[in-house]
């Protein structure tokens, strides 16, 4: 039976991801040397503690967080959120035979959680590409992202590793890669067809595999703010960067051009700034959205020999 090395499945997922990214190769390399160049400024000890994954790996919320990265893995436990429910399963279906030698998890988790607002920066280049000022798009994005540290620095973001560790489970979580995988897919059918409606937009999204199914869960894509009957316009597609924006992003898209934005959730503090803009907001589905972009990292995993048990949410829809 083929296998991939547990760390040849982490550095496939972060390959993936940067060749969808929505930023440039020279903004992705910048981004990692700044992070060589905080290394180099630190004293001893600092640079003891780094977390040097940064030097290569772009996704602070996309980690190897327990295993020996050269362990064979035939099998993998895959779901949208890890905790110590999902570490048991993983370790009861082992001891019913089944191939799982690793647990994969999707939202980030354990060092990945404390530090993965640092990716909402991706944000800033996303708004930059639809005409935003990037003066403009930093200076939106900066309270947004001290809010999102200040939430995650009092979570106890080690219970799923925790549970794994004690367990022997080897543990990764595999966030933004697969968010930017995800909405490169919808944002490139969208930019193909052209949908006139948002009601246009809607259909789109009920022929994906992946929105079909919750649409047949009872989780169908809702519009929250506008109508269906209304003109999409400009379509920005919003999986990738972390978590949900800034609510001031939306006076500055409608202004850069954009007509619609099709995301996988919406705050309620969004809905009446997005109003105020004339903005049409169309909720695409968690879940789905982000079982879409598992999927299409999923099956680059599979093709090289590693079974796929899929979990905690996970919509599985195979494309090869």
């Known amino acids: 039976m083929d296998s991939m090395k547990l760390y040849d499945i982490y550095r496939l997922a972060v390959e993936a991801g940067m060749e969808a990214d929505p930023r440039s ?27 040097k994954d940064q030097f290569w790996n772009p996704y602070a919320d996309t980690r190897l967080l327990h295993g020996d990265p050269d362990q064979e893995v035939q099998g993998v436990l ?30 980030p988790i354990g060092m990945a959680r404390s530090i993965f607002p640092d990716v909402m920066h991706m944000m800033e280049y996303m708004f930059q590409d639809l005409g935003v000022p990037i003066n403009v ?24 590793v925790d549970a794994c560790r004690l367990l022997d489970m080897p543990l990764m979580c595999l966030h933004s890669p697969c968010d930017i995988l995800g ?7 969208m930019d193909r067809q052209m949908p006139g409606r948002v009601s246009d937009a809607i259909d789109i999204l009920i022929n994906i595999a992946e929105y079909d199914l919750a649409i047949r869960q009872n989780n169908q894509p809702e519009v929250y703010v506008g109508d269906k009957h209304r ?38 503090n969004h809905m009446e700034e997005a109003k105020k803009a004339h903005m049409n907001v169309l909720v695409a589905g968690h879940m789905a959205s982000d079982s879409l972009g598992l999927n299409l990292l999923a099956d680059k995993i599979e093709e090289r020999g590693v079974a796929i048990t899929p979990c905690s949410g996970f919509l599985r829809v195979r494309r090869r």
């Open 25 to 51: 190769k020279k903004d992705i390399e910048a981004d990692l040397r700044r992070a060589k160049e905080k290394y180099d400024a630190l004293d001893c000890d600092a640079q003891d503690r780094f977390d």
């Open 78 to 107: 895959w779901g949208i959120d890890i905790a110590p429910g999902e570490a048991l399963l993983a370790d009861r279906l082992r001891e019913r035979g089944r191939a799982i030698d690793c647990v994969i998890g999707h939202h």
């Open 137 to 160: 798009a930093e200076d939106i994005m900066g309270p947004r992202i001290k809010e999102v540290q200040r939430i995650v620095h009092v979570a106890n973001y080690n219970q799923a």
């Open 183 to 189: 909405q490169r897919f919808v944002q490139e059918i």
């Open 231 to 268: 003109r999409a316009g400009k379509i920005f597609v919003k999986f990738a960067g972390g978590t949900s924006g800034p609510k001031e992003m939306y006076e500055s898209l409608s202004k850069a051009g954009v007509g619609t934005v099709v995301c996988m959730h919406l705050p309620e």
